[in-house]
């Protein structure tokens, strides 16, 4: 049975930090691609980022240069790291893996970033 574990999400004041993980079990971890996907209330879920198995990236454009996905695969970890927080960042961060025509995703943690 796959699980995504998501943690980290809080409360934090605009232009701080927050690194958010996601432990994955039931799964060849290393094997798969792993993703961080955000809600923000009355907006579609959208990606923020994803690492491919062999540690390839890519982000959305607000996102670039101030998050950073990574992947500990003996921990079966993915880590999103945020940094410089804007108000706009406030949503509910998804991980999801992806494979055999499937996909799985977390409970979500709330990330919530004040003016």
């Known amino acids: 049975q796959v699980q995504l574990v998501e943690s980290g999400g809080d409360l934090v004041q605009a232009g701080g930090s927050l690194r958010l993980s996601c432990a994955a079990s039931g799964i060849r971890f290393s094997a798969y691609p792993m993703g961080w996907y955000r809600q923000a209330p009355g907006k579609e879920r959208e990606l923020v980022a994803r690492i491919t198995s062999d540690g390839s990236t890519n982000y959305k454009d607000s996102a670039k240069g101030r998050f950073t996905i990574s992947r500990d695969n003996a921990k079966n970890t993915v880590y999103l790291q945020m940094n410089s927080l804007k108000p706009e960042d406030t949503a509910v961060y998804y991980c999801?893996?992806?494979?055999?025509?499937?996909?799985?995703w977390g409970q979500g943690t709330q990330v919530t970033v004040s003016s």
């Open positions: 999801r893996t992806w494979f055999d025509g499937d996909d799985y």
